[in-house]
């Protein structure tokens, strides 16, 4: 059975650090590209980060509203994908989601609520 289990939400001041982390089981890993989406309140869910599979390459590709502050990795060897998000703005504020595209069904995780607030 596939699932994505993410963890490392919180609330931060702006300009803080968070750092997400989804555990994927289920399925081979390594061979799917893996992406975090978000969804704040009243919004549609928005792509954030993505990173292609192993095979080709891990190539990332990022939403502009977070380029040069957030970052996605991914270790195959643990079958997790990260995303590091670093000088947080009360924008950021949402609930972040683990997806995996596999084959004609979009799976994600149950979402972690990050908050960014003074």
């Known amino acids: 059975q596939l699932q994505l289990v993410e963890s490392g939400g919180g609330s931060v001041q702006p300009g803080g650090s968070l750092r997400l982390s989804c555990a994927a089981s289920?399925?081979?890993?390594?061979?799917?590209?893996m992406s975090w989406y978000r969804q704040a309140p009243g919004k549609e869910r928005e792509l954030v980060a993505a990173?292609?599979?192993?095979?080709?390459?891990?190539?990332?590709n990022y939403a502009d509203s977070v380029k040069g502050r957030f970052t996605i990795t991914r270790d195959n060897a643990k079958n997790t994908v990260a995303l590091q998000m670093n000088s947080l703005k009360s924008e950021d504020t949402a609930v972040y989601y683990c997806?995996?595209?596999?084959?004609?069904?979009?799976?994600w995780g149950q979402g972690t609520q990050v908050t960014v607030s003074s």
């Open positions: 289920g399925f081979a890993f390594s061979t799917y590209a």
């Open positions: 997806h995996v595209q596999y084959g004609l069904i979009r799976y």
């Open positions: 990173i292609t599979s192993a095979i080709s390459g891990g190539s990332t």
